[in-house]
């Protein structure tokens, strides 16, 4: 079965530096998104995109994200300046157009130490 | 919020027994989807219900939605220790929108 692939699995950053977490959607999805978990908390939205734009963000989602889709495969999603609280598994997903529901990555455990 | 709860938060049953998990919304919806997330691991779709749908099977999974009380409920029948695991309901507005995830139902089967 089709798989929506990330890396790195586990990122360790010091607080202050950039990181790009990536993700590699299922090749005939059109949508991506990017959420995130904290610790014990529930999963939350961050981005979609569609059509090589962001089509909506939350509000968590500030000057410090940005997300790109390089070279037509991948999605990148990059944390400008990290802060302790970006600590959390961050998720990919990606939707077909006939809609049966998203396909999520199995996540980046990121830690900002 | 557009989310409201699950319920509830946590369930331990004996493996063989049915597990029912419950969420609510509170604004309407295109379809509402239901997860599974083992521990530190990622987000498995389970089974999307759309708002003209009533109930929905999936093997052994059991899924209804009654938009008249913005809730729904997910049945696991004849549980095993392997369905251990947290279960999220996640509501999208717009189909292919956001989802908005619920807190999660703890479920521990005991073998």
């Known amino acids: 079965e089709p798989e929506v692939t990330q890396t790195p699995s586990h990122q360790v950053t010091q607080m202050g530096q950039e990181v790009i977490l990536r993700c590699v959607p299922i090749s005939n999805h059109l949508y991506f998104y990017w959420y995130r978990q904290i610790l014990g908390q529930k999963v939350e939205f961050l981005v979609s995109f569609y059509n090589n734009e962001i089509s909506e963000k939350s509000e968590i989602f500030d000057d410090q994200f940005s997300v790109e889709r390089p070279d037509g495969s991948n999605f990148t999603l990059k944390i400008r300046s990290t802060k302790l609280e970006d600590s959390a598994m961050y998720f990919c997903?990606?939707?077909?157009?006939?809609?049966?529901?998203?396909?999520f990555g199995s996540g980046t455990r990121l830690t900002v130490v | 919020s557009q989310q409201g709860e699950e319920d509830p938060q946590a369930l331990s049953i004996q493996e063989g027994e049915n597990a029912t998990m419950n969420c609510s919304y509170k604004?309407?919806?295109?379809?509402l989807q239901w997860y599974r997330q083992n521990s530190g691991r990622g987000l498995v779709h389970l089974i999307l219900i759309r708002s003209n749908e009533r109930e929905k099977h999936s093997g052994r999974l059991r899924v209804t939605l009654d938009t008249s009380k913005k809730s729904s409920s997910l049945l696991i029948t004849a549980s095993r220790a392997a369905d251990t695991a947290s279960y999220f309901c996640a509501t999208d507005y717009n189909q292919g929108g956001k989802l908005i995830f619920g807190q999660g139902t703890e479920l521990s089967v005991k073998p």
């Open positions: 604004t309407s919806i295109n379809n």
């Open positions: 997903a990606s939707i077909a157009t006939g809609f049966y529901g998203y396909t």
